[in-house]
């Protein structure tokens, strides 16, 4: 429970901040050309018979704005006079326009308000980050200088690759540190450069490798090849996620200790902590499909071979793995194993800026190009909701995730506004561009049918990305 309240905290007031800056974004727009802002709210005051929907409101003496919080944590707005935005006020839009109105506006002001939300979550994203480099820098071990290589499953093996090749890039750019960007270059490459046995090869690729499924498969596609060998075992787990309650790991039980290593798990041969964890998400697979309590006991069973550390004598050890598959041991982390070869870069305040600004740039670039996949069924099953999103901050409270993820949800925040979809920023911008193309407004009716229309939208996706969140937690969808 513990864990789960330091994520959602986190969460909300991530949300809560990019929700106010991206509001006022539009509500300094507003007041700068002298149109009204009639409510400022975060989250949703939807009303529920008698109860407005308000958890609290206030409107400053001598202002027009009333400002407050509602009970729907959906996102947040800012109601401007005299537009037809998700208020649905069409009462107002029937009566005279008045000079203070959005409606009576110039487009290019008109235009500039509606980008403004936009633009602060961008500006925002990239001051963030610049912030980040100048107070932590930027730690990391280069792909090229990880000496044990990577691990590659079949497909990338069909396609040339061998287990402990070290990857140096591609005819797109040579691979900085381990991350997604990774894949997304040897999605799109047609060839990749390695180091092979201390030698310099060059592997053709197709070009047009599917990136989800580099990522979704099991194994996946390449990941950095790790030892089975145990770095820290521990002697108690929760018996569940938050639970206070605890029992002894099997780990613990049957005496791995530090050095250990793993060759064979239930009489198949491991190489690696990778080929270890592809063996146990077989066993998961396996449980998907256990009818009973004993089936799932019996497919718990499992049988370890280990190399002791203290004497390299071979022990075969029977044990039981917890409900979620665990052991209890951890193998060393990437930084642990190439703590050597870590390269770290400090930036001054002036320094940090460009740095900053060039990591959100290539952030955006790389949400932008795999928007590609959510137009397809894997995609579609990738989608997640609020319960995705929260699981992405750390179970612990880390100032630096903290900051990071709040900078990269801005830049998702800014992208998905800026869609042309009715009733997000970027379906008023395509309005607005219409409008000073033509000459001429869409019609009140228009608009109206266009918000209802982008509602309806934004709504069916959050019913499928909030379903998805729950297959996922019930085991129907990984």
């Known amino acids: 429970m513990e864990i789960f309240l330091i994520k959602l905290l986190q969460f909300i007031l991530s949300i809560s901040l990019l929700v106010l800056l991206h509001e006022g974004g539009?509500?300094?727009?507003?007041?700068?050309?002298?149109?009204?802002?009639?409510?400022?709210?975060?989250?949703?005051?939807?009303?529920?018979?008698?109860?407005?929907?308000?958890?609290?409101?206030?409107?400053?003496?001598?202002?027009?704005t009333e400002y407050g919080m509602g009970w729907l944590p959906l996102g947040g707005y800012c109601k401007i006079a005299g537009m037809i935005d998700e208020s649905m006020d069409t009462e107002q839009m029937k009566r005279d326009p008045q000079p203070w109105e959005f409606r009576t506006k110039p487009a290019w002001q008109r235009l500039i308000i509606m980008v403004a939300g936009v633009t602060v979550n961008f500006v925002l994203a990239l001051f963030i980050y610049s912030m980040i480099m100048f107070h932590w820098g930027e730690s990391y071990v280069r792909v090229a200088d990880m000496s044990q290589g990577m691990k590659f499953n079949t497909e990338a093996k069909q396609l040339g690759f061998r287990d402990h090749d070290i990857l140096v890039g591609t005819d797109k750019r040579p691979f900085k540190d381990f991350n997604v960007d990774v894949y997304r270059d040897l999605s799109e490459a047609h060839y990749a450069d390695i180091i092979r046995?201390?030698?310099?090869?060059?592997?053709?690729?197709?070009?047009?490798?599917?990136?989800?499924?580099?990522?979704?498969?099991?194994?996946?596609?390449?990941?950095?090849?790790?030892?089975a060998v145990v770095d820290t075992v521990l002697q108690r787990l929760p018996v569940a996620e938050g639970s206070k309650d605890s029992i002894e790991t099997p780990a613990w039980k049957i005496g791995l200790k530090k050095g250990d290593k793993i060759l064979a798990l239930n009489g198949k041969a491991v190489d690696s902590y990778n080929e270890f964890t592809d063996e146990i998400s077989r066993i998961n697979d396996q449980l998907t499909a256990a009818k009973s309590a004993a089936d799932s006991l019996r497919l718990r069973k499992v049988t370890l071979v280990v190399s002791r550390a203290a004497n390299g004598k071979q022990d075969t050890l029977a044990t039981t793995l917890t409900t979620d598959?665990?052991?209890?041991?951890?193998?060393?982390?990437?930084?642990?194993?190439?703590?050597?070869?870590?390269?770290?870069?400090?930036?001054?305040?002036?320094?940090?800026?460009?740095?900053?600004?060039?990591?959100?740039?290539?952030?955006?670039?790389?949400?932008?190009?795999?928007?590609?996949?959510?137009f397809t069924a894997d995609g579609a099953k990738s989608l997640g909701g609020f319960g995705s999103i929260g699981s992405l901050f750390p179970s612990q409270w880390d100032w630096f995730m903290f900051w990071k993820m709040t900078a990269f949800l801005s830049i998702i925040l800014a992208f998905m506004n800026i869609l042309p979809i009715p009733a997000l920023d970027g379906g008023h911008v395509l309005f607005l561009l219409y409008e000073i193309i033509a000459r001429r407004k869409p019609s009140d009716k228009f608009m109206i049918y266009a918000e209802y229309t982008g509602i309806t939208i934004l709504v069916i996706l959050m019913v499928v990305a909030n379903l998805n969140d729950i297959l996922r937690w019930i085991g129907v969808m990984q």
Request: proline letters at 5%; hydrophobic letters at 40%; glycine letters at 8%.
């Open 325 to 374: 598959l665990k052991v209890g041991f951890a193998v060393a982390s990437i930084y642990q194993l190439y703590e050597k070869e870590m390269t770290h870069k400090s930036y001054s305040f002036l320094e940090s800026f460009p740095a900053g600004c060039k990591y959100g740039w290539d952030v955006l670039a790389g949400y932008v190009s795999d928007m590609q996949y959510v």
């Open 26 to 64: 539009h509500a300094l727009a507003s007041k700068l050309f002298g149109v009204r802002v009639e409510k400022f709210f975060i989250f949703f005051d939807v009303s529920i018979g008698k109860w407005s929907g308000k958890l609290f409101s206030f409107k400053p003496k001598n202002s027009e």
């Open 197 to 227: 046995d201390g030698k310099k090869m060059r592997i053709a690729l197709p070009g047009h490798i599917n990136l989800l499924g580099m990522l979704k498969s099991t194994p996946r596609f390449v990941t950095p090849f790790t030892p």
